[in-house]
């Protein structure tokens, strides 16, 4: 699975460089935009700062 491929293989976050587990896989441009899965397109990402792109992006809502 090409989301677990590239988690395993890039351990820091490269949103902000801080060492810190990547659990998460961002399409740099969105595939609902035409992007696709290949690794050009993709970043490895926590949580946080996937969660903080798509908020500043307007597509992803704080969920209480």
Do not use: A, F, Y
């Amino acid at each position: 699975d090409w989301s677990s491929d590239v988690c395993s293989s890039d351990l820091m976050c490269k949103e902000d460089g801080r060492l810190t587990p990547t659990d998460e896989v961002h399409h740099i441009l969105p595939v609902s935009q035409g992007g696709t899965h290949d690794r050009s397109n993709l970043m490895s990402l926590c949580k946080s700062c996937h969660n903080k792109i798509h908020l500043e992006l307007g597509d992803r809502q704080i969920r209480r």
